[in-house]
């Protein structure tokens, strides 16, 4: 016996789909067995996590998950809470808060998905300065492997269609795989880099430019200067500005490195 | 003594209205709109809560506004957003029982049982007549709980509450049969029918569990419920299952891929038509084509679960 179905929409906000990344839609088990779905025990409790949820603003949703972890520290929501902070934070690009909160995410729920493809993307963009980088480092490839278990076990919503989970999966395991090339490329590892970063780019069903432009530059890197020019072009045409901006002063590196070789166009 | 496993029976056969009309306010405060009240009679619920929006941003201390917006976004299926406009109209006084369901279904469609729970109990302990509490109680216990017993008791309170209502009854009729009391569901499904047929509803549930109960013993006599049952709902895929496997079971194995490829054509992600599919293919000595459903059903059960 159902009632309309209404769990996608409910699942994706309580897994912070407001925040409108695609690994956000990872997140399906905690609701999609209503026995298992993180219980309020006050209309109040429940009123506070919606805000939390509806919130529209990053800084906004920070604030209010604090004031909720403050006033509900037993909360059963306080996992997804901690996760839409989270979020929050890495579309505000502060790293430390991304690593603070996804820290506590992951001590109330070690297997939430978006959490791991979060932290494992965040880590190797903040091990510069520690001392601690390798262990950082670790941590980071331990995230995405148990990503990758994980959404081999993940059960998805009939809303779901067949199509679009392919494409979801795919785009997350893209995301995976360009954390670990990451990872492997800051060890200094890299073929296994550039193994993992052709995972991404190559079987991401909505190619990315931020992995064709890390492809490119592992490529530059081993002296493969042609499928570096491909990659890098490949970056640059996907965009979005930053990236383009980005491989296409790479490409002028590589022209200027490799002379010889003939022009390696940019545009 | 009816047979079939109750193993068969398809999960989700029946569908509740997220909010029933026979719950909805009474009365028009002369403040609110006349043009929202058309909309809401009408059931154009994404104007009617454009509109009932507009006029909480009009009048933020009139609680009727807020609380047509949270039927609108529930009949939308935003839960959450329904939530927020009826909990803004409960802080504003309105607390009717009948308020106070609406509100509980809201929170059942978001999986807090807690609060759906405490929502009910309110309505019982102010009006200890109304039927719905206990149906939508017998929901929780039998859908979500799976505590037959406890969900027969509920579904019995809410059709001597409301002996018309066929829902209670084939409520009462669903959980019989899970707890393999056969005859007696078949009783109960018979009885929810002369209700459907004495008020012309188009309620299909009890039909199919006729078809479901005489499948194994009798496919004939489960073959005139099952085509009612579809007649009654054609878009329920389980109609089409329960229909195909009658055909399958009187021998009728073209037809019966034609429902099967209609429930999975309806119900794409469900893996159970194909599990079907592949049986009467290999019935019907095409083994590739059984083959082929045989692969869809393990790959979207290990995406969607059995």
Redesign the interface.
């Known amino acids: 016996?159902?009632?309309?179905?209404?769990?996608l929409?409910?699942a994706l906000?309580l897994i912070g789909l407001s925040q409108s990344l695609v690994i956000s839609n990872a997140q399906f088990d905690p609701?999609?067995n209503?026995?298992g779905?993180p219980?309020?025990?006050?209309?109040e409790e429940?009123?506070a996590y919606?805000e939390i949820?509806?919130a529209q603003e990053s800084r906004v949703t920070i604030e209010k998950v604090e004031q909720f972890a403050s006033k509900y520290p037993s909360s059963e929501l306080l996992g997804v809470a901690y996760q839409d902070e989270t979020l929050a934070y890495k579309q505000m690009n502060d790293i430390e808060g991304v690593l603070r909160a996804g820290k506590r995410t992951l001590e109330l729920q070690p297997n939430n998905v978006t959490t791991l493809l979060t932290l494992a993307a965040a880590i190797p963009n903040a091990v510069e300065r520690r001392s601690n980088a390798a262990e950082f480092l670790d941590q980071a490839e331990e995230y995405a492997q148990r990503a990758l278990q994980q959404l081999t076990k993940v059960?998805?919503?009939?809303e779901?269609?067949?199509e679009r989970?392919t494409v979801m999966r795919g785009e997350m395991e893209a995301l995976a795989h360009e954390a670990l090339g990451h990872v492997a490329a800051k060890r200094g590892n890299l073929p296994r880099a550039m193994s993992e970063l052709e995972e991404a780019a190559f079987h991401n069903p909505t190619p990315q430019g931020s992995q064709f432009y890390r492809l490119g530059v592992v490529y530059a890197m081993l002296g493969k200067y042609e499928r570096a020019d491909q990659a890098l072009r490949r970056a640059a045409d996907l965009g979005p500005d930053a990236i383009r901006q980005l491989a296409l002063r790479e490409l002028k590196r590589l022209n200027a490195a490799k002379p010889s070789r003939g022009q390696v166009h940019t545009q | 003594m009816v047979g079939a496993s109750f193993a068969q029976a398809p999960a989700?056969?029946?569908?509740?209205?997220?909010v029933p009309e026979s719950i909805y306010l009474k009365g028009h405060p002369a403040t609110l709109p006349v043009s929202l009240s058309v909309l809401i009679h009408q059931q154009r619920w994404a104007e009617a809560a454009e509109l009932a929006e507009k006029f909480t941003l009009e009048h933020p201390r009139d609680s009727t506004g807020f609380y047509w917006l949270g039927v609108a976004r529930q009949k939308l299926?935003?839960?959450?957003?329904a939530?927020?406009a009826l909990?803004s109209a409960e802080r504003l006084g309105l607390g009717t029982p009948a308020f106070h369901i609406v509100l509980g279904?809201a929170?059942?469609?978001?999986?807090?049982?807690?609060?759906f729970d405490e929502q009910m109990q309110m309505t019982i302990r102010s009006e200890p007549f109304r039927y719905e509490p206990y149906y939508y109680l017998g929901?929780y216990y039998?859908?979500?709980?799976n505590r037959w017993e406890h969900a027969l008791e509920l579904f019995h309170r809410a059709a001597e509450l409301e002996p018309d209502d066929p829902r209670s009854m084939y409520?009462a009729g669903?959980c019989l049969e899970a707890l393999g009391k056969r005859d007696e569901a078949a009783k109960t499904y018979e009885e929810s029918i002369r209700l459907i047929e004495r008020n012309s509803g188009r309620f299909s549930g009890p039909h199919q569990g006729m078809a479901r109960l005489l499948l194994d013993t009798d496919p004939y006599k489960a073959l005139p419920f099952a085509h009612k049952a579809l007649e009654l709902e054609p878009s329920s895929p389980s109609n089409h299952v329960i229909l195909a496997k009658a055909y399958e079971r009187v021998g009728r194995l073209t037809e019966a891929v034609e429902e099967l490829q209609l429930a999975a054509y309806l119900?794409?992600?469900?893996p159970s038509p194909r599990f079907a599919l592949a049986r009467v293919y290999e019935k019907l000595g095409r083994s590739e084509a059984a083959g082929s459903e045989r692969q869809m059903f393990e790959?979207?059960t290990r995406?969607?679960?059995p």
């Open positions: 016996m159902k009632f309309p179905r209404s769990m929409r409910v906000l609701l999609l209503p026995r779905a219980q309020a025990k006050t209309p429940l009123d919606l949820a509806t059960i998805v919503p009939h779901v269609t067949l989970w | 989700g056969t029946r569908t509740v209205d997220p299926h935003d839960p959450v957003r939530i927020q909990r279904i929170y059942y469609n978001l999986h807090q049982f807690v609060l929901i039998e859908d979500v709980l409520g669903y119900s794409p992600t469900d790959k979207l995406i969607y679960g």
